[in-house]
């Protein structure tokens, strides 16, 4: 009996020896290690709040021209895209900085970006998150429900931002958002239902506050897992956020609206000469609204942009020209076994002319260079005496016609 209550026992939480893994003695006491896990926990948070601070303004020799040409070095093409987001960017800080002197007060302007698939629209986001003094978070609609329904509550858009600035909610509420597959959520049909359209029009009606600048209580771990924990009120009126779609099939609608047909025969010779290449171009609220995003969410994302199909020459240059290129991902692995490696200019071109077949934009040469470099990255690192290998356009065309990308067709 006297040995247990001599027994040692943690000085900052109090549990005995027998109940803790690791008890630590110093002159004055003990610790336990799960009170050394918290003590670092804290250490950790408070220097990074002390080295991670987000200043919300840009060095004054900074320019719309600058935050392009940074764009530049990670995203080919898209010059209408990057000009937009690059404006929106130096303006938010602008407003981030702004003096309430006057009655004049610069509000934001949030963009919606809208192109195909693997035109880059995502990466814009991650390269401009690489420029900021921001917090900067990426979040996915398709998960997104309405209220009370399985899925995760529009909140949790602001819970990821929380995250990223380790839960300061000044530093949140000057932050930028980017919301990917925006058009995963449009309205079903137009046509009343019995049911309700929970992860569509109910999404979008419940983003309206989040998108106009509200005060909202956010679960910062999340509100499905976490029911237990305390709500944290972030004010998004100075979150800038930009959203970003492919609207697969939208290009129909903006034909018919300039009586123009996507496919057939043309009509009539007075018509307006309209590049079918690209509708896109011609893109307007009214077509995001027969899509299926309703005049309230429109409204609130006033910056419309597109992004252009991805021709050859655009193709050539993603694979050899951004800082991470992907040609230049592959050079780095085999380097890594000593072995260098090159691509003849015939190999890239017919690489890029299967990729404009398929029609999966820069997202298609990835699933080419896998399939055309299995092989070569599972036999050659076995192989000490090959010290160079070359890619040539016939060991292109071999290894595809022996995958199942073959039989891919175009749409």
Do not use: W
């Amino acid at each position: 009996m006297m040995k247990k209550e001599n027994e040692p026992q943690c000085s900052f939480c109090g549990r005995k020896k027998r109940e803790t893994q690791i008890l630590i003695s110093g002159i004055e006491g003990h610790i336990c290690e799960n009170c050394v896990n918290q003590a670092q926990q804290i250490i950790d948070e408070e220097l990074f709040q002390k080295h991670k601070k987000f200043q919300f303004n840009l060095p004054n020799s900074v320019k719309p021209r600058d935050i392009k040409k940074f764009l530049d070095g990670y995203v080919i093409g898209q010059d209408e895209a990057k000009k937009f987001i690059s404006v929106a960017v130096y303006n938010h800080y602008k407003r981030l900085n702004q003096t309430k002197s006057d009655e004049v007060e610069i509000e934001k302007s949030n963009i919606l970006m809208v192109g195909p698939t693997g035109t880059g629209k995502t990466l814009l986001a991650k390269s401009i998150a690489k420029f900021l003094n921001v917090p900067f978070a990426i979040v996915d609609a398709t998960v997104f429900t309405e209220a009370g329904y399985v899925g995760e509550d529009v909140e949790s858009i602001l819970s990821r931002l929380l995250q990223v600035c380790n839960y300061d909610v000044t530093a949140a509420q000057h932050g930028i958002i980017y919301i990917d597959e925006i058009d995963k959520i449009a309205r079903k049909g137009d046509n009343p239902s019995i049911t309700r359209d929970v992860s569509g029009e109910g999404v979008q009606q419940a983003m309206l506050k989040l998108l106009e600048g509200s005060e909202v209580l956010v679960p910062p771990q999340g509100g499905r897992k976490h029911p237990e924990q305390k709500l944290v009120k972030v004010d998004t009126s100075n979150i800038l956020f930009i959203c970003g779609g492919a609207f697969e099939g939208i290009e129909r609608i903006i034909a018919s609206r300039m009586n123009q047909s996507k496919v057939g025969f043309k009509k009539g010779k007075d018509k307006e000469n309209v590049g079918n290449d690209n509708f896109l171009q011609y893109i307007s609220p009214m077509d995001m609204r027969s899509f299926g995003l309703i005049p309230e969410l429109i409204g609130r994302v006033p910056v419309l942009v597109h992004l252009d199909p991805l021709d050859k020459t655009a193709l050539s240059s993603i694979l050899t020209e951004p800082k991470n290129a992907l040609l230049k991902q592959f050079k780095k692995i085999f380097k890594a076994d000593g072995i260098q490696l090159t691509y003849e200019d015939d190999a890239i071109d017919y690489i890029v002319e299967k990729a404009l077949e398929y029609k999966l934009g820069a997202r298609g040469l990835r699933s080419i260079c896998e399939a055309v470099m299995t092989d070569a990255m599972y036999e050659l690192p076995s192989q000490s005496d090959i010290k160079e290998f070359v890619v040539t356009r016939e060991f292109v065309e071999e290894k595809l016609e022996n995958t199942k990308i073959s039989k891919l067709k175009a749409a």
